[in-house]
C-alpha cells in the first residue's frame, strides 16, 4: 500500500463542471503538496502545505483551489477549467517543509485529468 | 531563479550495457540534488541525494551519481541496466537552508531498455 494515496486516478470534466482531487498520506507528514505534470514539461509546484497552512502558491490560476483540512488530508478543488489544464496531478508529502533534513518527497501515483 | 536541465529526451541501452543520465542544475549557493524514478501509471519515487560530503552518492536499485561542482552537474549511473530499469528519469534540485519550496524538477529523460 503507498504511502500517499489519491483519488480518483482519472477523471473527466466539461469546462462548467465543478470537480475536487483527494490527497491522503499516511506517513505522519507534516507538509502536503500539489505538483502539475504536463507532458514535455517540467513538473510544475502548485501549491505547498505545511502544518495544514498554505505556504506557497506558485501563482496558479484562482479555478484550482486546494484544502487542507488536516496534516494528512489535501484537496485540489476545481471549476470552470481550460483544456490546457488537461495533466496528471501529482500529490506529495514530506516530514516537513521546508526540505531541511531528508527532503524526500513521496508522490502518490497521480490523478488523470483530462478536461473536455 | 534555480533550475534543472537534462539535455537528453530519450535514451535507448541494451538491457546489461552501462548508462550515464545528464543533470546540470543552476543555483546560487550549495544545492540539495536528487534524481526520480517514475515508471508507466505511477508516482516518483526517490532513487538518490545528495546534501553534502562524499560527492559520490549510492542509491536504490543499484543507482548512484557524482556531485561535480565545477560542472554543477549530478549525472545518474547505473554499470548494468535491467528491463525493468525503463522508466522516466528526473533531476531535481532543492532549497538549502531556508524556504517553504518544493522541489524544482527537469524535464525528465524517458530511458528504453532494448533486449
Known sequence: ETGVTQTPRHLVMGMTN?????????????????????????????????????????????????????????????????PEDSALYLCASSQEAPLLNTGELFFGEGSRLTVL | AQSVTQPDIHITVSEGASLELRCNYSYGATPYLFWYVQSPGQGLQLLLKYFSGDTLVQGIKGFEAEFKRSQSSFNLRK????WSDAAEYFCAVGPSGGGADGLTFGKGTHLIIQP
Request: aromatic share 10%.
Open chain 1, 18 to 82: 465543478k470537480k475536487s482531487l483527494k490527497c491522503e498520506q499516511h506517513l505522519g507528514h507534516n507538509a502536503m503538496y500539489w505538483y502539475k505534470q504536463s507532458a514535455k514539461k517540467p513538473l510544475e509546484l502548485m501549491f505547498v502545505y505545511s502544518l495544514e497552512e498554505r505556504v506557497e502558491n506558485n501563482s496558479v490560476p484562482s479555478r484550482f483551489s486546494p484544502e487542507c483540512p488536516n496534516s494528512s488530508h489535501l484537496f485540489l478543488h476545481l471549476h470552470t477549467l481550460q
Open chain 2, 79 to 82: 554499470p548494468s541496466v535491467h
